[in-house]
């Protein structure tokens, strides 16, 4: 785990096959029942989907 927000963990993956490196987010089951957690996260996701800047992370599906 390299940090943790108030609804999601991240995590830090390798990919086996080319080695590069990855953060993972993930929901904590509490969370999931949330109608509106999801949807702010989903807008996360949509939102971020749109940056290309060296310092934002690059959403590689979710």
Known sequence: MVGK???AKVYLARQLRTQEL????V????WLASSE???AF???IEILSQVNHP????IHGY
Request: hydrophobic share 50%.
């Open 5 to 7: 927000g108030s609804f």
């Open 42 to 44: 989903v807008k996360e």
């Open 55 to 58: 310092h934002v992370v690059k």
């Open 22 to 25: 990855f953060a993972i987010k």
């Open 27 to 30: 929901i904590q089951k509490k």
């Open 37 to 39: 957690v999801i949807q």
